[in-house]
């Protein structure tokens, strides 16, 4: 564990407990920076949420414009989840604002969870630092999500809604779309990725409720692949774009909705085209050619591939992503799959069934599934699943047994022990 992520968990609650009073506390107790924030764009959503806000940064940096970004989860270094006009915090500027935070905090009398201080600490970062943007993505749901405080965003985004976080959003679809269209605001546009209906209908709802203008995917503009690039459609232009740099046909739409939200902030197509080109956002279908993991796999003629995707809506990525794959370039595959107890096993295994993957479960630092018991829901879903101790055996065993393009997947916390294994392929 990093050093600051070792101070915040020392320091404050370590529960997810949804609410907004605490959270207005603390910005009040530090004079309110998320009103003093730039233009904010505001992203929520179940899956997609973090390669949207990665397209739109790299659109609007190709455009010459200074952005901040605040994500989450990091993988390796909590500083990951705070860009400061394009470069990552530092440790000295995150440690001085810890201590106004926690200082707050006691001042107030009330306590924060990580989540809500951090979250407070990016909003002081971001509000004393020059830029022309932020883009701010929502930890968990959207009504009572920390982020929430923010009042008057420029744009409201709503990336494709699925099930995940029962625990925290229930098990309706609706309800889970309702909490993500908490960010809606009056005056601010809404722009939504495609949706189930069910989804749309309850985002609509809440539109309507707040006096939101929305603009969809499928219905005010779309995107999809074409010759060898994308393409972009909207009630007034049409775009012949490159293809995204991030893998997996998936990445079209997430595209598609951050080229929408650069459209309505005006920004030139030549910028849209290379940040397209140019994006970068880790974990994400990322192909892996450095560290000790990749070095493995390459004296083995082999392709690596991590992926952080956790739920069955990502196990359908994943699948459509290997699926093509596997149709431009046949190879024998191996699925290193590691999860945290919580999330639907078999709901991610299902999605992935039809591949033709061999599995290999394994375990990693927090509360992973048990490898055993994971290979067991695998193997009920059709997949040949041996569990291993470590993704260094699993690696090694699926390249003795031939693999030729191996996935490590199924968690970002697993996504990030393999990056943190080396520097060089520490996130920057």
């Not at 996935?407 to 520097?423: D, P, T, W």
Request: proline share 5%.
């Amino acid at each position: 564990m990093d050093p600051i992520s070792e101070r915040l968990r020392a320091r404050h609650p370590q529960r997810i407990d949804l609410s907004l009073e605490r959270m207005r506390v603390l910005c009040a107790a530090l004079g309110d920076p998320q009103n003093r924030l730039p233009p904010v764009i505001h992203v929520a959503g179940t899956n997609g949420k973090g390669s949207t806000v990665a397209f739109i940064r790299a659109i609007a940096e190709a455009a010459g414009l200074r952005v901040h970004a605040y994500t989450s989860p990091h993988l390796v270094r909590f500083n990951e989840r705070i860009r400061l006009a394009g470069r990552l915090i530092d440790d000295e500027t995150l440690n001085a604002i810890l201590d106004r935070v926690e200082a707050a905090i006691d001042a107030s009398g009330s306590e924060a969870t990580v989540f809500e201080s951090t979250t407070a600490a990016a909003f002081v970062a971001m509000s004393e630092t020059p830029a022309d943007l932020a883009i701010v993505e929502v930890g968990l749901g959207g009504v009572l999500d920390a982020t929430n405080v923010i009042e008057r965003p420029l744009l409201s985004v709503v990336a494709p809604v699925d099930l995940d976080h029962a625990e925290f959003l229930g098990t309706s679809l609706r309800g889970v779309a309702v909490e993500k269209a908490g960010i809606l605001k009056a005056g601010a546009r809404g722009l939504i990725a495609r949706q189930p209906e069910e989804a749309m209908q309850a985002i609509e709802v809440a539109a309507r409720a707040v006096r939101a203008p929305l603009t969809g995917m499928g219905v005010d503009f779309d995107a999809w692949a074409e010759r060898g690039g994308m393409a972009f459609q909207d009630q007034s232009r049409f775009l012949d774009l490159p293809a995204p740099a991030l893998a997996g046909p998936h990445q079209i739409a997430n595209a598609g909705l951050a080229v929408a939200v650069a459209l309505e902030l005006d920004l030139p197509e030549s910028a849209v085209a290379e940040g397209l080109r140019t994006v970068r956002w880790p974990a994400r279908m990322q192909r892996l050619t450095a560290g000790p993991y990749a070095e493995t796999a390459r004296a083995a003629d082999a392709e690596l591939w991590l992926d952080g995707g956790h739920n069955p809506h990502a196990g359908r990525a994943l699948a459509e992503t290997l699926l093509d794959r596997q149709a431009r370039a046949p190879r024998p595959t191996a699925l290193i799959v590691g999860m945290l107890a919580t999330k639907d096993a078999g709901g991610f295994f299902e999605a992935l069934k039809d591949t033709a993957a061999t599995v290999f479960t394994v375990p990693f630092e927090g509360a992973a599934a048990e490898p055993e018991a994971l290979a067991a829901v695998a193997r009920g879903h059709g997949l040949g699943a041996t569990a291993c101790a470590s993704a260094t055996e699993a690696l090694e065993r699926a390249l003795r047994l031939g693999a030729g393009r191996a996935v490590i997947c199924g968690s970002l916390y697993l996504a990030g022990e393999v990056l943190g294994a080396s520097r060089e392929t520490w996130p920057d």
